[in-house]
């Protein structure tokens, strides 16, 4: 049981548009989100992040929204680089009760120039 | 700040033996995580250590899988025997806070 998906196992987009990476997650005691950016032959990389008593979270290019009611969340790229291509993990956790996180299959994200 | 380290990078072996994967955390952290990355998926959690104690050990096949984190500080996993299905990435890593962790470069493992 998937608790935390990812739908889009790929994304392409071209260089300077805007990047909208997804996440979807079933388990409502989740309070606490986070992204990690992962290159090839490297390990994760904290992203951003967002706690639940927020919608959006912001850190120069990267946006992140969470919409409560629908279980879901977005990571906003703008605007899209190069560099930004590698794969997205969204990361859920029910921190306030002690829970680790939970990570989604991840998203390929390839930057066209 | 050094990072996670972790080694060997990679490893092949044939199924029935066994391998041992090494994580030195970030120093200061009191957490330490591995987590088995099969190709295409997450990276799902084994174990969890709060300095030399585990705090969460549900998911680790404690058939074959062991781990320990002497001296709460470096830690090992052993994988004894091993089976085509462990092949994967395995990635510690360590954090101070429960807010985020901080990866290692992971080991590719591959049982043939």
């Known amino acids: 049981d998937q608790q935390v998906k990812q739908n889009s196992p790929s994304l392409s987009v071209q260089e300077g548009r805007i990047s909208i990476l997804n996440c979807d997650y079933t388990?409502?005691?989740?309070?606490?989100f986070l992204w990690y950016k992962k290159y090839p032959a490297e390990g994760p990389t904290f992203l951003i992040s967002?706690?639940?008593?927020?919608d959006k979270n912001e850190d120069g290019r990267f946006t992140v929204f969470l919409n409560k009611s629908a279980k879901h969340l977005s990571l906003h790229i703008v605007p899209s680089q190069p560099g930004d291509s590698a794969v997205y993990f969204c990361?859920?956790?029910?921190?306030?009760?002690?829970?680790?996180?939970?990570f989604g299959p991840g998203t390929r994200l390839s930057v066209l120039p | 700040e050094a990072g996670v380290a972790q080694s060997p990078r990679y490893k092949i072996i044939e199924k029935r033996q066994s391998v041992a994967f090494w994580c030195n955390p970030i120093?200061?952290?009191?957490?330490l995580y591995w987590y088995q990355q099969i190709l295409g998926q997450g990276p799902k959690l084994l174990i969890q250590f709060q300095n030399n104690g585990v705090v969460d050990d549900s998911q680790l096949p404690k058939d074959r899988f062991s781990a320990e984190r002497l001296k709460g500080v470096d830690s090992t996993l052993k994988i004894q025997p091993a089976k085509l299905e462990d092949s994967a990435v395995y990635l510690c890593?360590?954090?101070?806070?429960?807010?985020?962790?901080?990866f290692g470069p992971g080991t590719r493992l591959t049982v043939t």
């Open positions: 967002i706690s639940s008593i927020k």
């Open positions: 388990n409502s005691m989740f309070d606490y």
């Open positions: 990361a859920a956790s029910a921190l306030t009760y002690g829970q680790n996180f939970v």
């Open positions: 890593a360590s954090s101070r806070t429960a807010y985020e962790q901080y």
């Open positions: 120093s200061g952290h009191a957490t």
